[in-house]
């Protein structure tokens, strides 16, 4: 088990240098699918990782700061699929600097267990974008809004 996640998250390190983001997106599930027809423990979680309803206004809440942004998206992993941290936050960071975003601030938090990173991006003017990122052991939330 511990292999295979060495292995996973290898393949996806080596497969982000340069490759296409297609690619790098069904190389990163076709890898769990097949671990799991060799390993069935090991499984990738079906449907969306985006979290909707109550629990996700409740995560936004949480956000210090979070009433100067707008248009929250939440997304949540657990497991496998958390183990993946660096992965799907690096395709959110790719995709806001693909609308010529880009960052302008970070920081690191420790609340509690959790560990907090937020992630300003601006145009250079008035436009910008939120990343905030907790991650509790194998659990992982991250949260993409637009500046009000």
């Given at each position: 088990m511990k292999r295979l996640r060495t292995v996973t998250i290898a393949l996806v390190?080596?497969?982000?240098?340069?490759?296409?983001?297609?690619?790098?997106?069904?190389?990163?599930?076709?890898?769990?699918?097949?671990a799991?027809?060799?390993?069935?423990?090991?499984?990738?979680?079906?449907?969306?990782?985006?979290?909707?309803?109550?629990?996700?206004?409740?995560?936004?809440a949480r956000v210090p700061g979070n009433a100067e942004w707008h248009g929250w998206e939440v997304y949540t992993a657990t497991g496998l699929a958390a183990s993946l941290e660096p992965a799907l936050v690096y395709?959110?960071?790719?995709?806001?600097?693909?609308?010529?975003?880009?960052?302008?601030?970070?920081?690191?938090a420790s609340v509690g267990t959790e560990r907090h990173?937020?992630?300003?991006?601006?145009?250079?003017?008035?436009?910008?974008?939120l990343l905030y990122v907790m991650r509790s052991g194998q659990e992982l939330v991250w949260l993409v809004a637009r500046g009000r």
């Open positions: 390190l080596v497969l982000g240098s340069g490759f296409g983001s297609a690619q790098l997106l069904a190389e990163v599930a076709l890898a769990p699918a097949i799991s027809q060799l390993f069935p423990p090991v499984s990738w979680p079906s449907g969306s990782l985006r979290a909707v309803g109550a629990g996700a206004d409740a995560l936004v395709g959110v960071e790719r995709d806001l600097m693909m609308q010529g975003l880009f960052r302008a601030e970070t920081s690191n990173t937020r992630v300003v991006f601006s145009d250079g003017g008035a436009q910008r974008a």
